[in-house]
T-cell receptor, first 112, second 114 residues
């Protein structure tokens, strides 16, 4: 039972490049989330989804897009990467909004 | 939405002593308060949680207390050990205005001194 799996684990991009981060969960959870973690800033919500085919903006959505075409997958896209998007990105999932969130191992992204 | 404040940002205690981390929240409708532990380079992991209909919950050396009137909750770690060194995050649930989820505090770096 893998839980929440994120790919890739590390990535270095040049400014202006695009990429997609993939999150997969095998717990049949309805809710999925993308966070970014920066030193001293805690976990900040980028986008989230309350079910297949739905997405919603979080606290810091600018510069990111998401899609949830299948219940088990939640994709985070950067269309034109900027140095300010250098961060560690965590995906999480939960059964409901007031239930424990299970996190993936994170993706370390550097934008040069 | 919910606003969660966490204090202190850094806490250093001697091994064997107790550690207390405090959080306050703004939304009186919040009903779920989890605590996560994050070791360096690892994922956040749930260590304990409490719901608004309970005042205290214990799990071995870890306990959480909730004061709904004052809108604050605390994590208590007794008999601290080196492996307790980590960053701890509190969170509070929110729902309304078309949005729901958890709001996290900014974290407390707990350092256990040998």
């Amino acid at each position: 039972n893998a839980g929440v799996t994120q790919t890739p684990k590390f990535r270095v991009l040049k400014t202006g490049q695009s990429m997609t981060l993939l999150c997969a969960q095998d717990m049949n959870h309805e809710y999925m989330y993308w966070y970014r973690q920066d030193p001293g800033m805690g976990l900040r919500l980028i986008h989230y989804s309350v079910g297949e085919g739905t997405t919603a903006k979080g606290e810091v959505p600018d510069g990111y897009n998401v899609s949830r075409l299948k219940k088990q997958n939640f994709l985070l896209g950067l269309e034109s990467a900027a140095p300010s998007q250098t961060s560690v990105y965590f995906c999480a999932s939960s059964r409901d909004f007031d239930q424990p969130q299970h996190f993936g191992d994170g993706t370390r992204l550097s934008i040069l | 939405g919910e606003n969660v404040e966490q204090h202190p940002s850094t806490l250093s205690v001697q091994e064997g002593d107790s550690a207390v981390i405090k959080c306050t929240y703004s939304d009186s409708a919040s009903n779920y308060f989890p605590w996560y532990k994050q070791e360096l380079g690892k994922r956040p992991q749930l260590i304990i949680d409490i719901r608004s209909n309970v005042g205290e919950k214990k799990d071995q050396r870890i306990a959480v207390t909730l004061n709904k009137t004052a809108k604050h909750f605390s994590l208590h770690i007794t008999e601290t050990q080196p492996e307790d060194s980590a960053v701890y995050f509190c969170a509070g649930s929110y729902s309304g205005g078309g949005a729901d989820g958890l709001t996290f505090g900014k974290g407390t770096h707990l350092i256990i001194q040998p």
